[in-house]
């Protein structure tokens, strides 16, 4: 999974170039801020600066101002610094820097709509990554992906909802991070009286987007549930549409052992696993409601 959390209504371009940045977030959070961006590159100064000196040169050898041989040393002393000047750069490659500089100001741009989940502290961290995955399981179910879910919605809820726990959990983790320090030096009774309510806001806080995670985590189950008797229908049916290979083959070699009572029961198995499909798709439906606000 990627590092950085973005908001759902960034645009998808921006977006996944937000969730690229995280080596340049870190050199963010610790106070990296790139260079000016220059005006001219290195080399037009140095082209113009070697045109202009030969053309001086020339203007000076035209007049007959300089002999033969002090023109070739002229020619030699100005050449070997021209070469110098044209071909041998003093600027870092830019590439690089360029890319660093967009994402720079993209990551200005968006702030606030995005999660370096380096930020959040340890039971934070734990919290989102438990979301994150049962996230996961429901998108890259087969159920969802052949429709059999709400699929539609899937795709705006559940990165709505991942986007809404992380972002709470930042500012809970920030603020936890502070109230840590702050209580860390030691408190009067008076600011203790104080601290105290407050410290058990922040375990509510979390309480209630620990509920929010463990609602998508039983919507996941569900779903799991259903990909499971899902498969298992299909394998059914696979087996189902075969049989009359089985009985030609049981019938021309005279194997009686495969009598009638094994289809009957690959039958009703059938059936079993489609009410059991259907069940689970209805926990799966009804675990979904209670995720909507």
Known sequence: MADVVVDPGVPPEDAQLLRESRQVLIKMRHGWVPEPQRAASGLRPRLHAAVGAVMSLGVVAGAGLLGRGLLMLAVILLGIPLLVM???????????????????????????????????DE??????????????????SRVNADGLLDDVRNAVMLPAQEWEIARLLAKLSALRGKHRETVSHGLTPEVEAVAAPLARALDNSEDAVLARVEALERYAANVTDAERAYLAHHQIEELRGRVHQYEELVAETGADGFALPELERLAQDADRLDQALRRSLSSAHEAFRHLEP
Do not use: H, I, N
């Not at 690089?96 to 989940?117: D, I, P, S």
């Not at 934070?124 to 429901?138: C, D, F, I, P, S």
């Open 86 to 120: 044209l071909f041998v750069r003093d600027d870092p490659p830019g590439d690089e820097m360029e890319f660093e500089r967009e994402v720079y100001e993209q990551l200005r741009w968006y702030e606030g709509r995005y999660v370096l989940t380096d930020d959040l």
């Open 123 to 140: 039971s934070a961290a734990r919290l989102l990554a438990r979301a994150r995955q049962a996230v996961a399981t429901v998108s890259g």
